[in-house]
T-cell receptor, first 113, second 112 residues
Framework: EAQVTQNPRYLITVTGKKLTVTCSQN?????MSWYRQDPGLGLRQIYY???????DKGDVPEGYKVSRKEKRNFPLILESPSPNQTSLYFC????????????FGPGTRLLVL | QKEVEQDPGPLSVPEGAIVSLNCTYS??????FMWYRQYSRKGPELLMY????GNKEDGRFTAQVDKSSKYISLFIRDSQPSDSATYLC????????????FGAGTTVTVRA
């Protein structure tokens, strides 16, 4: 089954404790992206990657890091989480040049205390 | 001002009614216009997309784009309780930055 998977699905952590949210896709997509979803603000792009070792900032990159060492994986790293990073996070992927047809993962709900 | 504006609702309609959703935008560079459906506790799933202006129909769903007014719409005919979800509009220009701009989403409930 073609899918985007994320882990963990739910996470409660404390301020300053580094964490990683994993994202993996099995569709051989070149493009992958991370979004956060907040009430009233919709989905905002954090980082995206057009292929292995190619990443770039989205609209809200502050406080986040990413890496793309393999085509299928695109982890999101919060080196020192803060309460304003409490949010619902989605990973998405698509074929190169087809950003209009992105496939989304199930989401990771993060609470930073 | 947000780049994409979407009324968050909520919108409640009886089963069988026509659901009308819309978004306005400010960036005239947008060329692809998408509608996503998001069920509670799930990721968004693409319903349909339209390139430039015009209409597109897919079963009970019709998407309309009016670039002159910077206005897009989604109509759901013969709505069903299974259509209850949050509907997100999204749009992107024909550039290489792969950036999608999303509306805040409209929550729809179809009452049986």
């Amino acid at each position: 089954e073609a899918q985007v998977t994320q882990n963990p699905r739910y996470l409660i952590t404390v301020t300053g404790k580094k964490l990683t949210v994993t994202c993996s896709q099995n569709m051989n997509h070149e493009y992958m992206s991370w979004y956060r979803q907040d009430p009233g603000l919709g989905l905002r792009q954090i980082y995206y990657s057009m292929n292995v070792e190619v990443t770039d900032k989205g609209d809200v990159p502050e406080g986040y890091k990413v890496s793309r060492k393999e085509k299928r994986n695109f982890p999101l790293i919060l080196e020192s989480p803060s309460p304003n990073q409490t949010s619902l996070y989605f990973c998405a992927s698509s074929l190169f040049g087809q950003q209009e047809t992105q496939y989304f993962g199930p989401g990771t709900r993060l609470l930073v205390l | 001002q947000k780049e994409v504006e979407q009324d968050p609702g909520p919108l409640s309609v009886p089963e069988g009614a026509i659901v009308s959703l819309n978004c306005t935008y400010s960036n005239s560079a947008f060329q692809y216009f998408m509608w996503y459906r998001q069920y509670s506790r799930k990721g968004p799933e693409l319903l349909m997309y339209t390139y430039s202006s015009g209409n597109k129909e897919d079963g009970r769903f019709t998407a309309q784009v009016d670039k002159s007014s910077k206005y897009i719409s989604l109509f759901i005919r013969d709505s069903q309780p299974s259509d209850s979800a949050t509907y997100l509009c999204a749009m992107t220009p024909l550039t290489n930055d792969y950036k999608l701009s999303f509306g805040a989403g409209t929550t729809v409930t179809v009452r049986a």
